[in-house]
């Protein structure tokens, strides 16, 4: 398994950008396509973002294209995750994780094992 690390999340104004990464260590990073998940108080787990092993293909939650952008920077073992425009229902902890490739682009993202302990992330309007 690969080992995951979110960077610090943060409580921002609504309308801002934030930009979250995901440090990998233990494995090959570039072998795992990546993604990222978020869980709001109250409900269900939600698939934000994922992203393929070279970088060359990504999938996004429909709500959330055109504000949020996955990458990642194999050389340095991380993903990131920006995230523009930002509102108080994109509070949430976010966490990055391995992602099983086929289920994304089945359209039923599932995780490969790996996660990272998660970041919260606080939007107030």
């Known amino acids: 398994q690969v080992q995951l690390v979110e960077s610090v999340g943060g409580s921002v104004q609504a309308w801002v950008s934030l930009r979250l990464s995901c440090a990998a260590s233990g494995r090959t990073f570039s072998n795992y396509a990546m993604g990222w998940v978020r869980q709001a108080p109250g409900k269900e787990r939600e698939f934000v973002a994922a992203?393929?092993?070279?970088?060359?293909?990504?999938y996004y939650a429909d709500s959330l294209k055109g504000r949020f952008t996955i990458s990642r920077y194999n050389a340095k073992n991380t993903v990131y995750l920006q995230m523009n425009s930002l509102k108080p229902e994109d509070t949430a902890v976010y966490y990055c994780?391995?992602?099983?490739?086929?289920?994304?682009?089945?359209?039923?993202?599932?995780?490969?094992?790996?996660w990272g302990q998660g970041t919260q992330v606080t939007v107030s309007s």
């Open positions: 994780a391995a992602v099983r490739w086929g289920t994304v682009v089945a359209g039923n993202p599932e995780s490969s094992g790996s």
């Open positions: 992203i393929s092993w070279t970088g060359s293909t990504t």
